[in-house]
């Protein structure tokens, strides 16, 4: 969303303010200095749109250095292998969408197991009307391509678990173990089985001026140094300079956050 790309921007724009090193990979300005529990970014879901936003951080050497973590309620499986039969949960990828996996990192591994598609219809059941494409419509050769849920969601993780060398120039994190230990280098990493039971949002204030920080005119940001704080089940707290709610539908962050839907 542009609210979550806003937040993202502004994120990056504080790192590239404080330090031009992080083009080096040089981690002395990350969160991640501070404590096991602290990072940069905390997303919560480890489905296909968090798997996502992870690998991209990963891959990206702007954000590269950064600690990130993936928190879900399960664990999630980082490896593929196709079955016997296709299954049932597929996704219909479009070109715009490649090439975000391209820079995720995660395309090459996608890519065999996909087969392409070169029309679209798309009906109203309470109606007799429909609409169609096709691929010939515009000269390509077709529209994109289908998917397996279970493909998109591995490639995604594994991506993130081990980016491109070329991304960054300092060694990989280790993912997290199932106990949900984390290290306390940058990079991305697992902890799972995590269950959040509360989520604490720090105070918000207009910054005035910008500056050597990165900040801009009339950005708002959070007060001081404050993190916002999510505590997990079984007594742990994470903090985080920034929360991505990746957890569906019915996303209990939002809940927590306050955010309405319309």
């Excluded at 905390?42 to 702007?62: K, T, Y």
């Excluded at 081990?162 to 960054?168: D, G, I, M, Q, V």
């Excluded at 929360?243 to 306050?258: F, H, K, L, N, T």
Aim: proline letters at 5%; a positive charge; charged letters at 15%.
């Amino acid at each position: 969303t542009r609210a979550a790309a806003g937040m993202l921007r502004q994120l990056v724009t504080s790192h590239l303010g404080r330090s031009s090193n992080l083009w080096t990979g040089a981690r002395c300005y990350c969160t991640s200095q501070q404590g096991d529990d602290v990072a940069d970014v905390v997303i919560v879901g480890g489905g296909m749109v968090g798997a996502a936003v992870a690998a991209l951080l990963a891959n990206n050497p702007l954000t590269a250095a950064m600690r990130v973590l993936v928190l879900d309620q399960k664990p999630q499986s980082t490896s593929w292998q196709p079955g016997q039969y296709p299954d049932l949960r597929v996704s219909t990828v479009t070109p715009a969408t490649i090439r975000c996996m391209q820079r995720a990192g995660a395309w090459d591994a996608i890519a065999p197991h996909t087969a392409p598609f070169t029309h679209m219809q798309v009906w109203d059941s309470a109606g007799t009307g429909c609409i169609r494409w096709s691929a010939r419509d515009t000269g390509m050769e077709s529209m994109g391509v289908v998917a397996e849920n279970n493909l998109l969601q591995a490639s995604l993780l594994a991506a993130a678990q081990a980016p491109r060398a070329s991304s960054h120039t300092s060694s990989a994190a280790t993912p997290a173990s199932s106990s949900g230990s984390s290290s306390s280098r940058g990079g991305v990493e697992f902890v799972w089985p995590a269950v959040i039971e509360g989520l604490t949002l720090p105070s918000y204030s207009q910054s005035g001026a910008g500056g050597a920080g990165g900040a801009t005119q009339g950005s708002a940001g959070p007060a001081g140094s404050e993190l916002a704080s999510i505590q997990l089940q079984g007594g742990r707290t994470l903090r985080a300079r920034l929360v991505v709610a990746a957890d569906g539908a019915a996303s209990r962050v939002r809940s927590m956050a306050g955010l309405r839907t319309y």
